[in-house]
């Protein structure tokens, strides 16, 4: 059975930093596309960041470019978004899902893990 | 930057009835196109992937249609566990994509 699951989310002031992981079981990690999506309270759905299956290439959402770095490490199944530099407006869930190479939808979430920004 | 535009933002629904949201893309994204459920308090699902074809699991009443820059979720007789929050989201590969901005499905 495909699991993603978050950790790491909490309270942080503005200006702060928090890492978020993901940890993935059921399934080839080191196959498969990984991303982050984001949901602010009673908003919709925003793709946040991806990293191909060898993690030499990563592509950010405008909103998050430059203070967010999203990482991962196939022997630990795990995925990693460093959060820098943050923002009341970074306030949401957190998902990490999985993407199967092409033109491929998110075929797996995981459950989210809430980050709060604020004084 | 391909931007989603979904349609309309709620629509007001009583069990049984045909049911049919719209999606549009600024551009083409030929059949690179998904449609996610959410309920509250739950993570999105995949419910149809390449416009037209139905993800694992899901419920032959939920159908896919569309292709270029106009889709369409087409729910054949609404279940009381069909209302919740529908996404589009187009699956071009760099970068993935954009999502629309839901429709809400809600009991009438």
């Known amino acids: 059975e495909v699991q993603l699951l978050e950790s790491g989310g909490g309270l942080v002031q503005p200006g702060g930093s928090l890492r978020l992981s993901c940890t993935a079981a059921g399934f080839t990690f080191s196959s498969y596309a990984m991303n982050w999506v984001r949901q602010a309270p009673g908003k919709g759905l925003e793709w946040v960041s991806v990293i191909n299956v060898s993690g030499d290439l990563t592509y950010y959402a405008d909103s998050v470019k430059g203070r967010f770095t999203i990482s991962r490490d196939n022997s630990k199944n795990t995925l990693d978004l460093q959060m820098n530099s943050l923002r009341v407006e970074d306030t949401a869930v957190y998902y990490c899902?999985?993407?199967?190479?092409?033109?491929?939808?998110?075929?797996?979430w995981g459950q989210g893990t809430l980050v709060t920004v604020s004084s | 930057e391909i931007v989603m535009t979904q349609s309309p933002a709620t629509l007001s629904v009583s069990p049984g009835e045909r049911v049919t949201l719209s999606c549009r893309a600024s551009?083409?994204?030929?059949?690179?196109l998904a449609w996610y459920q959410q309920k509250p308090g739950q993570a999105p699902r995949l419910l149809i992937y390449g416009a037209s074809t139905r993800a694992i699991g899901i419920p032959a009443r939920f159908s896919g249609s569309g292709s270029g820059t106009e889709f369409t979720l087409t729910i054949s007789s609404l279940q009381s566990e069909d209302f919740a929050v529908y996404y589009c989201?187009?699956?071009?590969?760099?970068?993935?994509?954009?999502f629309g901005q839901g429709t809400k499905v809600e009991i009438k």
């Open positions: 989201q187009h699956c071009n590969k760099r970068p993935p994509g954009s």
């Open positions: 551009q083409s994204v030929s059949s690179n």
């Open positions: 899902a999985r993407k199967e190479l092409g033109n491929r939808p998110f075929d797996y």
